[in-house]
């Protein structure tokens, strides 16, 4: 009889235990996805459950108005950043987070919680909060039936988190915040003995689109013609950057020479660059 009670007890314990795991063979009511975005030279990992309507109430009801909610079903929602990042303009670091909310009919309160894995928010602790901030809900223009998380607007420096479900949307704006070291990255790979038309082309393109020092990338672009003389890009980006510095002539003389270059090399994308960059610096465009 005691054999037999201890052998209940354990299949209680198992059974407790594995209530909130996946069995084999049967798939979960909700299932699971996984979006990786890249912003900057890191990458953001979002992974979470997928309930769906089935035709319930959803917020206020199902998911009850001012209580923390795991995001999601199942296991508590995780985001990981690679890189330090900029969420709604609050400084993160790298790291791994919970992702919970507590949602609000006119406000949303988004936390990122420094405990994951655990299943649901039962075990959530206000203490492990890292951070909390408010959003306001949107009117989704189309029924969500299954909970729906997507990375919109993503360029190499931000990109939208949005959340959407039944008839509510949530937007949520990341911003990389790792400018620090990818200047450090280019300095570094420009004061190499040898450097690549690769590294050249992608720290002077670095430097135009993000609006830094010019007469720097103007440096590496003249050793880029030594080391590089039949490349039309750097006559192009010299174009831009001359022009930029209220050098209208040398801009219109670095177009020319891209053109000529261009042409002998049969380049015919950075042939019609040069040719657009010269009427630019004309002022015919």
């Keep these: 009889m005691k054999r037999i009670n201890m052998m209940l007890l354990i299949l209680a314990l198992f059974t407790g235990l594995?209530?909130?795991?996946?069995?084999?063979?049967?798939?979960?009511?909700?299932?699971?996805?996984?979006?990786?975005?890249?912003?900057?030279?890191?990458?953001?990992?979002?992974?979470?459950?997928r309930p769906n309507v089935r035709g319930r109430e959803i917020f206020g009801k199902l998911v009850p108005y001012g209580e923390v909610w795991r995001t999601g079903a199942n296991t508590s929602t995780q985001?990981?950043?690679?890189?330090?990042?900029?969420?709604?303009?609050?400084?993160?670091?790298?790291?791994?987070?919970?992702?919970?909310?507590?949602?609000?009919?006119?406000?949303?309160?988004?936390i990122l919680n420094k405990t994951v894995g655990d299943w649901g928010a039962y075990s959530y602790k206000q203490e492990n909060d890292f951070l909390r901030f408010n959003v306001k809900p949107q009117a989704a223009k189309v029924k969500?039936?299954?909970?729906?998380?997507?990375?919109?607007?993503?360029?190499?420096?931000?990109?939208?988190?949005?959340?959407?479900?039944?008839?509510?949307?949530?937007?949520?704006?990341?911003?990389?915040?790792?400018?620090?070291?990818i200047l450090a990255n280019i300095d570094s790979l420009?004061?190499?003995?040898?450097?690549?038309?690769?590294?050249?082309?992608?720290?002077?393109?670095?430097?135009?689109?993000h609006n830094k020092n010019t007469?720097?990338?103007?440096?590496?672009?003249?050793?880029?013609?030594?080391?590089?003389?039949?490349?039309?890009?750097?006559?192009?980006?010299?174009?831009?950057?001359?022009?930029?510095?209220?050098?209208?002539?040398?801009?219109?003389?670095?177009?020319?020479?891209?053109?000529k270059v261009a042409t002998d090399s049969n380049d015919s994308e950075y042939l019609h660059l040069n040719q657009e960059a010269l009427a630019l610096a004309k002022g015919k465009k």
Excluded: C
């Excluded at 609000?104 to 988004?110: L, V």
């Design 18 to 49: 594995t209530t909130y795991a996946q069995v084999p063979g049967v798939p979960n009511s909700s299932t699971t996805q996984t979006l990786i975005q890249e912003l900057g030279i890191g990458k953001i990992t979002l992974s979470y459950s």
């Design 79 to 110: 985001i990981t950043f690679s890189e330090n990042v900029l969420l709604e303009g609050h400084a993160v670091p790298a790291g791994a987070y919970s992702l919970f909310s507590i949602p609000g009919k006119d406000t949303w309160t988004i």
């Design 144 to 181: 969500q039936e299954t909970l729906t998380f997507q990375f919109q607007h993503a360029t190499t420096e931000t990109t939208d988190l949005i959340l959407s479900w039944d008839n509510v949307g949530i937007d949520i704006h990341i911003a990389s915040n790792d400018e620090e070291k």
């Design 190 to 209: 420009m004061n190499q003995k040898e450097v690549s038309n690769l590294i050249y082309f992608t720290a002077i393109q670095y430097y135009y689109l």
């Design 215 to 259: 007469d720097k990338a103007l440096g590496w672009i003249a050793r880029a013609e030594k080391d590089f003389p039949k490349r039309g890009s750097y006559r192009l980006y010299k174009s831009r950057f001359l022009l930029r510095k209220g050098d209208r002539a040398g801009a219109i003389s670095a177009a020319e020479e891209g053109i």
